[in-house]
């Protein structure tokens, strides 16, 4: 079965660091282009990171410097530490795979796993 | 990096035709996707790469791009259509992805 499961969400502090994972089966994440979406509670859809086939990796500006996409071709997982934790950083946080064609085109994504900063 | 503008709101009445746009400069470049999420779930693409629908996605939904605007199309809007409905693309960078603020679509 083609599916993402991510994990590692939970409760941290401002400041804090937390590392989600999401792994993939029934495809190869070293072979699409693979994001990190976030969705805030009530809000809409924001983009946060991408890692293309070749390894190059962008971030949205509200996390550039501070979170940090990687993928372990061996565990076909894909991972996003997060550091310097805020409270705007608080959301449902999907992974998506975006295929071959265009890394904006997410024809799968996870469950999501929820991040609540807060003290 | 650009953004991307949907109106917040849309209705439409059971059976009639509905459209839902997004407007951006990268449009220009990068043809939009459309992505359909009901409270609780996952996004789901109901739209990519110039009008192709996943498999299970119903031929209703349909889309165009014209300029800077990509429009999403669901003729003869059925009650389970209801849900909101985001836009995104490559911003003008091209390293980049941007979503647009999504839309709600009431089906009444």
């Known amino acids: 079965e083609v599916q993402l499961v991510e994990s590692g969400g939970g409760l941290i502090q401002p400041g804090g660091s937390l590392r989600l994972s999401c792994a993939a089966s029934g495809f190869t994440v070293s072979s699409n282009y693979m994001s990190w979406v976030r969705q805030a509670p009530g809000k809409g859809l924001e983009w946060v990171s991408v890692i293309y086939m070749g390894g190059s990796t962008y971030y949205a500006d509200s996390v550039k410097g501070r979170f940090t996409i990687s993928r372990d071709n061996s565990k076909n997982t894909l991972y996003l530490q997060m550091n310097s934790l805020r409270a705007d950083d608080t959301a449902v946080y999907y992974c998506a795979n975006g295929g071959w064609i265009q890394p904006h085109y997410f024809d799968l994504w996870g469950q999501g796993t929820l991040v609540t900063v807060s003290s | 990096s650009s953004e991307l503008t949907q109106d917040p709101a849309v209705s439409v009445a059971l059976g009639q035709t509905v459209r839902i746009t997004c407007q951006g400069d990268s449009l220009r470049n990068y043809y939009a996707s459309w992505y359909q999420q009901k409270p609780g779930q996952a996004p789901v693409l109901v739209i990519y790469n110039q009008n192709s629908r996943p498999s299970g996605i119903p031929d209703r939904f349909s889309d165009s791009t014209s300029g800077n605007t990509a429009s999403l199309t669901i003729a003869g809007a059925q009650a389970e259509d209801e849900a909101d409905y985001y836009c995104?693309?490559?911003?003008?960078?091209?390293?980049?992805?941007?979503f647009g603020g999504g839309t709600k679509l009431t089906v009444l």
């Open positions: 995104n693309s490559r911003d003008t960078s091209g390293n980049h992805v941007v």
